[in-house]
């Protein structure tokens, strides 16, 4: 069955980095375009970041373009997320998701990784 | 982007009543791709329907998504307490894909 279980989160200063990991298992890795959403805390869904299955193509919300980058590695069935000059507005649970057909449709998500930006 | 409205905001109903959510787009959805979440207590969300008005994998068939362009419903015909989630509306037609704010369903 697919399985993602993300990892990498914790608790980081204005301006800093983080980078976050998905371990894919269950299925064709890079048969599928992959996708990051985040959850603010008590708030609803946003959309990040998604990359396709083996073309190195990515998109990014206006919210993180240029200072978030997405990738993968298919060799090890890994998706990530690196995370640099984070915002207090980054803070939140970060999840990572299988995508149905080209993007942007989640099919399947991991149980999300929590990222808390603070001084 | 496209703005999605949800409502009501919260839904307090009692088991084997039936659930309606509505889910109004800003500009038209084209070929229907909408799709609809469920979000339990402390868990990842769930995918429920997609195109509108196909199931995902698993889902009980109490569960049904209508509508096209820009106004779309999700209905659960007989709550069940295990029910009890936020639902989230999600247009995957057009960059950036947008969520609604979702709806809240309680259970009496």
């Known amino acids: 069955q697919v399985q993602l279980v993300e990892s990498g989160g914790g608790l980081v200063k204005p301006g800093g980095s983080l980078r976050l990991s998905c371990a894919a298992s269950g299925f064709t890795f890079s048969d599928y375009y992959m996708s990051w959403i985040r959850q603010a805390p008590g708030k609803g869904l946003e959309w990040v970041s998604y990359?396709?299955?083996?073309?190195?193509?990515?998109n990014y919300a206006d919210s993180v373009k240029g200072r978030f980058t997405i990738s993968r590695d298919n060799t090890k069935n890994s998706l990530h997320l690196q995370m640099d000059s984070l915002r207090v507005e980054d803070t939140g649970v970060y999840y990572c998701?299988?995508?149905?057909?080209?993007?942007?449709?989640?099919?399947?998500w991991g149980q999300g990784t929590l990222v808390t930006v603070s001084s | 982007e496209i703005v999605l409205t949800q409502s009501p905001g919260t839904l307090s109903l009692s088991p084997g009543e039936r659930a309606t959510l509505s889910c109004r787009a800003s500009q038209s959805v084209s070929s229907n791709y909408l799709a609809w979440y469920q979000q339990k207590p402390g868990q990842a969300p769930r995918l429920l329907i997609y195109g509108a008005s196909s199931r995902a994998t698993g889902i009980p068939d109490r569960f049904s998504g209508r509508g096209s362009e820009t106004d779309f419903t999700l209905t659960i015909s007989r709550l069940e307490p295990e029910d009890l989630a936020i639902y989230y509306c999600q247009q995957y037609t057009r960059t950036p894909p947008t969520f609604g704010q979702g709806t809240k369903v309680e259970i009496k």
């Open positions: 990359i396709s299955g083996s073309s190195p193509y990515a």
């Open positions: 998701a299988r995508d149905r057909g080209g993007g942007w449709l989640h099919e399947h």
